[in-house]
């Protein structure tokens, strides 16, 4: 059984930073993606960064781009996304999901098939 948890998060003023982790369990290949995505009040969920399954390709959203990093441990289940510079617009619940994509990651949410229950990041001005 595959399971997602995501970690972290909580409440900080504009210009600060928070880390946020998810672990991903129970899966049997190395070629799962895992992604971060993000769903502010009354707006769309979207996907923000992603790492691929196989290599090291990364994605960033253009909004996130230069403020938030990325990164993985050893066993490629568990990641990392340290965000630097918060905005009150970064406000949102942020969910981890993991989707089997190889080499590639996406932001299309259709591709991701374990989805954790998020955790909320709240920026105040």
């Known amino acids: 059984q595959v399971r997602v948890a995501e970690s972290g998060g909580g409440s900080v003023q504009s210009g600060g930073s928070l880390a946020i982790s998810c672990a991903a369990r129970g899966l049997r290949s190395d070629h799962y993606a895992i992604a971060w995505f993000r769903q502010a009040p009354g707006k769309e969920r979207e996907g923000i960064s992603c790492i691929a399954g196989v290599g090291s390709t990364t994605h960033y959203r253009d909004s996130v781009k230069g403020r938030f990093t990325l990164s993985r441990d050893n066993t490629k289940y568990t990641v990392s996304l340290q965000m630097n510079n918060l905005q009150p617009n970064d406000t949102a619940v942020y969910y981890c999901?993991?989707?089997?994509?190889?080499?590639?990651?996406?932001?299309?949410?259709?591709?991701?098939?374990?989805w954790g229950q998020g955790t909320q990041v709240t920026v105040s001005s």
């Open positions: 999901a993991v989707g089997l994509l190889g080499r590639v990651c996406t932001f299309r949410r259709a591709d991701y098939v374990y």
